[in-house]
């Protein structure tokens, strides 16, 4: 499974941004797909997840400002942050796990983006 971001760029402060990244390749095992950050200096932190059946998950710290969303028809998932701020400037990772939630056969697996920047400025 291959994963690509995009979406990044530099924002101004309080604007939105629509991350999305889609899986391809053999998708058949794909389960959870989300999205982490690791601002400049610190450590990668998961910023939202879905599972395949829809159920989100967002961060305690993003739930006011992050909507995660997805196609399972195009193995998409979305990242929408509102009112950007400028220590939400990081590195954005999409990923994704095969698990056998998919399909019993399935081995479980993480997969990870490549990053997309997004820089927020005053």
């Known amino acids: 499974v291959q994963l690509m971001e995009s979406g990044g760029g530099l924002v101004q402060a309080g604007e939105s941004l629509r991350l999305s990244c889609t899986a391809s390749?053999?998708?058949?095992?794909?389960?959870?797909m989300g999205w982490h950050r690791q601002p400049p200096g610190k450590e990668r932190e998961l910023v939202a997840a879905m599972l395949k059946d829809g159920t989100p998950y967002v961060a305690d710290a993003f739930e006011a400002r992050c909507t995660i969303s997805r196609d399972n028809v195009t193995n998409t998932v979305y990242l929408q942050i509102d009112s950007l701020k400028p220590e939400d400037t990081a590195v954005y990772y999409c990923?994704?796990?095969?698990?056998?939630?998919?399909?019993?056969?399935?081995?479980?697996?993480?997969?990870w983006g490549q990053g997309v920047q997004v820089t927020v400025s005053s």
């Open positions: 990923n994704a796990d095969d698990h056998p939630d998919a399909q019993a056969a399935c081995i479980r697996y993480d997969y």
């Open positions: 390749g053999d998708t058949s095992c794909l389960s959870t």
